[in-house]
């Protein structure tokens, strides 16, 4: 089908530019670096828009893909994280149309940058920060951030918040890595057609 091989061409594509960065990133910091610059690295700004085109793109074909084959794999479920973030971020923030969501999820909407390597595996992610309304903390994964202007508690890392993520956090269903999920992608693709 028509469509879905040139979408499949642009989530390539987008896969392959999202490589090149890493690559670039893990050779100027090394692997045994995790942590996120809150988007000032050059590159990032383009990064955070292959993932909004990323997340789009797989919608759809996802959509189309089940559609149009005998699937046993619930697609939506495989990633739902992907369309979570897709559906809060990147086609219609939730700070826009907040859709029932809680205020940090709606805050953290707009909140845009990649982490790099969190997994200590040399990839970019998005949608890993969470925040609490109730604290007012910013919660990344076992770090501790520069806080100083950003309205949350100086020096707050995710042991000083403790289990007061729940009800009152932003979502925690919408971390995803691209390549990743690129690659899973692959995988189950090519069970029904040729990948190259």
Known sequence: MAFLDTVWQGLEYL????????????????LNFAGTDFGSSPGDGMVCNYFLW????????????????????????????????????????SWVSPRR???????????????FNFKFDGHFEVG??????????????SISLPTQGLGVTEGASLTEVGSFIE??????????????????????????????
Not at 15 to 30: D, I, M, P, T, Y
């Open 128 to 141: 890993g920060a969470k925040v609490g309304r109730a604290t007012g903390q910013l919660i990344m994964p």
């Open 101 to 115: 969501d809680n205020a940090p999820t709606q805050d953290m909407s707009i909140v845009l940058y990649p982490d």
């Open 167 to 196: 009800e009152i956090s932003s979502s925690p269903d919408w971390n995803w890595g691209l390549v990743s999920t690129h690659e899973r992608l692959k995988k189950i693709v090519s069970k029904y057609a040729s990948v190259k």
């Open 54 to 93: 990323y997340s789009n793109a797989l919608y759809n074909f996802i959509g189309v893909f089940q559609k149009a084959l005998s699937l046993t794999e619930n697609l939506d479920d495989e990633f739902a994280n992907v369309i979570t973030w897709r559906h809060k971020v990147s086609a219609h923030t």
């Open 15 to 30: 896969c392959e530019q999202v490589e090149r960065v890493e690559k670039e990133r893990a050779k100027s910091l090394g």
